[in-house]
């Protein structure tokens, strides 16, 4: 099997593809097929599956409670002065790297302007802007950044991207050149790339200002550094007050996954905006230019070229970010559609690490086997979760009537139902930790509108079905008939 992969990586890469796609419509559809000749087997299945999803929301209810105190307790923290006489904090630098492309230059300025405002010392921060070459008055808006932002930091770099002819449209390949240029850079400043960390941030990141201070402090207190990431979520408040109904239940979703997932670092993988040692990054030899999510992709290439010491190490002080917004309702529902489609498309890293899995055996069998698990677990369930649990125990008894006469076809539709209702409770504990978590109601957001903060919650069937698996089933589509994903980026007005 190595010896196929590797001569024959065309084929296998495309083979796998086909696979991925086929699978997902072979379990989406089963309830229908199956149910024809062995309808217990797909009841049981159904009532697996909807157990396993009350496991998975009471998780993430419980994991966003601990997560959130443990922010709290971390944010009071003065983490610059516990860095005075630590060991090596004088010789730590930042290199922020800030890929954009057609971001407005007021965007751009806010987001300078938290990391001018960090409490670690500026002379020790550079920033690299990346553009785009081919982006019309890309010149002109990183001009005018530049005269602004260059003496208030240690550095302020520019990069202007081409796109070469094998690299694919989006932030990996802008980072990757960008982080090549600035090594050169570094060299001439003599500065060991040991001493350097590396943060891909998003153009709307908003870093609170002890993120820099805060992430010096784990990093050198970290005897693994030189294997791992560092993450903080990305939480979608920073426009929370201004963005529609549908929009901002889905990104209050997403933002407490994202919390929840810190007290799980045995899984967690980073993602949006995250950290790591320059050294690190040059010996997995940068993004991959050929891909477009590139958050998780690069943490596989890290774990399969150094091994099982590679980890995302959770960082309990959140990043704030836009959500999806357009200058119109219909338009910041298509932005975000397609926002969750292209992260929906880090399915294509499915292939990809099965390739590793089988040509990596200087690495343990079991740590490639769990590594390789979440991303299936993740990606393969994320287009088929909506119609399991809102359509799968009504099949069997409907496509097979001799089944539904049986006690079990009879009973399947109100056990689910059972579960399922019982899983809502955890609603409360995600209402509460949105409560706490969001910014304060502006003065300018009506009183009378308030309730709608509640009654939003009674949407997340119509919300998950159209912005998670529908978007999901369409990137899975596409890769199962070789339609690639071109990049789009979501307008953040």
């Known amino acids: 099997m190595k010896w196929f992969i590797e001569h024959y990586q065309a084929i296998s890469q495309r083979f796998l593809e086909i696979l991925v796609g086929l699978l997902t419509w072979t379990t989406l559809t089963m309830p229908f097929w199956l149910s024809l000749r062995h309808p217990a087997v797909v009841a049981y299945f159904v009532l697996f599956f909807d157990v396993y999803f009350f496991y998975k929301s009471a998780t993430v209810a419980f994991d966003g ?27 730590i630098y930042h290199l922020l790297i800030i890929p954009n492309f057609k971001e407005t230059v007021d965007k751009l300025r806010i987001t300078l302007d938290y990391v001018v405002n960090q409490k670690f010392p500026k002379s020790r921060i550079f920033v690299v802007l990346a553009m785009e070459e081919r982006e019309e008055n890309a010149r002109k808006r990183a001009s005018i950044l530049y005269r602004e932002s260059k003496r208030k930091l240690g550095d302020f770099l520019v990069t202007f991207h081409h796109l070469s002819q094998n690299e ?17 850079f ?111 992709h690069i ?76 991303l299936l677990e993740s990606h393969l369930l994320w287009p088929i979760n909506f119609f399991i649990l809102t359509l799968g125990a009504t099949i069997p008894p409907l496509v097979n009537p001799a089944f539904g006469r049986t006690v079990l076809g009879h009973t399947l539709p109100s056990l689910a139902g059972l579960i399922l209702t019982a899983t809502t409770g955890f609603l409360i504990i995600l209402i509460i930790i949105d409560i706490k978590a969001r910014p304060e109601r502006p003065k300018t957001y009506s009183l009378a509108r308030t309730p709608l903060l509640f009654f939003q919650w009674f949407l997340i069937p119509i919300v998950s079905f159209f912005f998670s698996s529908l978007p999901g089933l369409d990137a899975h589509t596409r890769l199962l008939f070789g339609k690639r994903l071109e990049y789009k980026v979501t307008e953040k007005v």
Do not use: C
């Not at 905006?273 to 010996?283: E, G, H, N």
């Open 299 to 374: 943490f596989f290439q890290a774990f399969f070229s150094l091994g099982e010491k590679v980890a995302t190490i959770p960082l309990f002080l959140p990043i704030s970010g836009d959500a999806a917004r357009a200058k119109t309702l219909l338009g910041s529902l298509i932005y975000r559609y397609e926002q969750e489609r292209r992260w929906a498309w880090g399915v294509t890293d499915i292939p990809y690490a099965v390739q590793k899995f089988l040509t990596t055996p200087k690495i343990p069998f079991w740590p490639k086997f769990f590594r390789l698990y979440h």
């Open 186 to 296: 570094l060299k001439r400043k003599k500065i060991n790339l040991k001493d350097v960390i590396v943060t891909s941030m998003d153009a709307d990141s908003l870093l609170p200002p002890q993120y820099l201070s805060y992430l010096t402090f784990k990093f050198l207190n970290d005897k693994n550094r030189f294997y791992h990431f560092y993450h903080a979520p990305v939480l979608l408040y920073s426009n929370y007050w201004q963005i529609s109904l549908i929009v901002r239940l889905k990104s209050t979703l997403d933002s407490i996954s994202r919390l929840a997932n810190l007290m799980r670092p045995e899984r967690l993988i980073h993602v949006s905006t995250y950290s790591m040692s320059f050294s690190l990054l040059q010996r997995v030899g940068y993004w991959d230019t050929n891909i477009i999510p590139e958050d998780w």
């Open 65 to 91: 409670i601990r997560s959130y105190l443990r922010v709290t307790y971390d944010s009071k923290i003065n983490w610059q002065e516990k860095l005075r006489g630590l060991k090596g904090s004088s010789s």
């Open 168 to 184: 694919v449209t989006g932030k990996a390949s802008n980072e990757a050149y960008a982080a090549k240029e600035a090594a050169k």
